[in-house]
């Protein structure tokens, strides 16, 4: 055990400092380490103590490799044995908190396997124990020591999205998902198609927990948006369900779906989500009874689903945006007027007084409530005009609001020229030019042009482009 204690210590070395020798010496080192923990463990629990003698911050590279050593051999025990570790933890969650708090991000980047299982394992324990919320700070501060822009797709990111969910700790995941994602990871990163899915489902759910209709619209946009060949994700499908009941509770109306969405899915989408769409067509008709039915056929649906709640909303919605309709029309009106020609007498005057004041608080409808008598049928809601002038707290929001789209665009900026010299220089391109230089070869032998004229290409590749945007 000496020995292996010796060689987690020898790393980093203060004798290397040349960015290529550290490389190779972190890489040399990974694999000696490798051997030196399978050689040296006995199976006593003595072997644990090594991580006491181990500072995650000085020595992030070993400790991260001491951990993921000691997780795999708890999972190489019978089932029994390893399900009572886990839970358990064997003192390992803790310290994998610690870990993720406190390590030097120039380390890490050689263990790239490493580093994905302990998170797995993080992620797993959080839900065995049912205390998904202590994984969740943990995850976030590891993702921005990484990557401080947030900018890359990593596996942290979907794990961060299911444990912010399950825990309900949305503003926590909040300042991740607000990071523009400019790459995803190859195939080599372990990132895969259905983990892309998941990322942007569960930050969808998280913008709809706090109600950020916008964003939950954007995110759900991109799943049902993602390219497919033969078959389609039930990921998807209930990425659908859930864009339009967003799209209602956002504009208070359906949308067509972004233009890159393969005509698959759409046929798809119709198929499977049809008491999604009849719900929104009766949403759109302006009439409650057909859509309180509607509502009330497809129960069983919305409950199976898990949208339930997203229905009760939009009924709420509905009611609201017609009260809020009489004001285009009437300067005042009486409560039981606001009931009948809104609320299609469902309510008496109370709670038609209740239902106005609530929407005045939540949503500052501008309206106030008058009593001209003491005759509590008589009340009268009057519909309020902003005539003030804009003031000088809304300038300076206006300018702050411009600022920040500014730094946003420069971002986006750099971030699209170094994503095309990513593109330059990927293996997918070359082998593209290589295809294009003997397509041309050929063309020159025959003496003929075979294809597209070159225009045509181009003006091809501009309407793409403008789909995209």
Do not use: C
């Not at 080599?188 to 109600?211: E, N, P, R, S, V």
């Not at 409650?288 to 229905?311: H, S, Y």
């Amino acid at each position: 055990m000496e020995d292996a204690l010796h060689q987690l210590l020898s790393f980093p070395s203060p004798s290397v400092t040349a960015h290529e020798t550290y490389e190779t010496h972190a890489r040399d080192f990974i694999a000696s380490t490798r051997e030196v923990l399978a050689n040296a463990f006995d199976g006593s629990d003595k072997f644990y103590s090594l991580l006491d003698h181990v500072d995650p911050s000085t020595h992030s590279l070993s400790y991260l490799l001491l951990l993921n050593f000691l997780i795999l051999e708890t999972k190489r025990k019978s089932p029994k044995a390893a399900f009572d570790d886990l839970r358990a933890g064997r003192q390992l969650l803790p310290r994998t908190l610690t870990f993720l708090n406190t390590f030097d991000p120039s380390q890490i980047s050689y263990a790239a396997n490493e580093y994905r299982n302990i998170l797995g394992f993080i992620l797993k324990v959080a839900e065995m124990e049912n205390k998904p919320f202590v994984a969740v700070r943990p995850i976030k501060n590891a993702i921005f020591k990484l990557d401080p822009a947030s900018s890359t797709l990593t596996i942290a990111h979907v794990y961060l999205a299911r444990m912010s969910l399950l825990a309900r700790a949305y503003k926590l995941a909040r300042p991740v998902l607000d990071q523009t994602i400019f790459a995803i990871p190859s195939a080599a990163d372990q990132l895969t198609y259905t983990d892309h899915m998941k990322y942007f489902l569960y930050g969808g759910m998280i913008y709809m927990a706090l109600k950020e209709w916008s964003k939950a619209r954007h995110f759900l946009s991109i799943v049902i948006s993602s390219p497919v060949i033969n078959s389609i994700s039930r990921i998807m499908v209930e990425a659908y369900k859930k864009w339009v009941l967003v799209n209602l509770l956002e504009n208070g109306t359906t949308a067509s779906p972004p233009k890159v969405t393969s005509p698959l899915a759409l046929k798809v989408f119709k198929a499977l989500a049809r008491p999604y769409d009849a719900l929104a067509t009766a949403f759109i008709s302006g009439k409650w009874e057909k859509l309180r039915d509607e509502a009330e056929f497809g129960q069983t649906i919305w409950r199976t689903d898990k949208n339930n709640g997203l229905v009760q909303q939009v009924l709420i919605h509905f009611r609201r945006q017609a009260v809020r309709g009489l004001g285009s029309t009437f300067a005042a009106v009486t409560t039981t007027d606001v009931s009948e020609r809104a609320l299609s007498n469902t309510m008496d005057v109370l709670e038609t007084e209740r239902f106005i004041v609530a929407l005045a608080i939540q949503e500052g409808f501008a309206t106030s409530l008058i009593h001209p008598s003491k005759d509590s049928k008589a009340s009268m809601l009057r519909f309020l005009t902003d005539r003030m002038e804009p003031s000088i707290d809304i300038e300076v929001s206006l300018e702050e609001q411009l600022r920040l789209q500014h730094q946003k665009l420069e971002h986006l900026a750099r971030s699209v020229q170094a994503s095309d010299r990513k593109l330059e220089f990927s293996k997918e391109y070359v082998n593209y030019l290589r295809k294009t230089q003997k397509r041309n070869d050929a063309t020159s032998k025959d003496g003929g042009f075979v294809g597209r004229p070159k225009d045509q290409n181009i003006d091809i590749d501009e309407d793409m482009m403008d789909d995209l945007q």
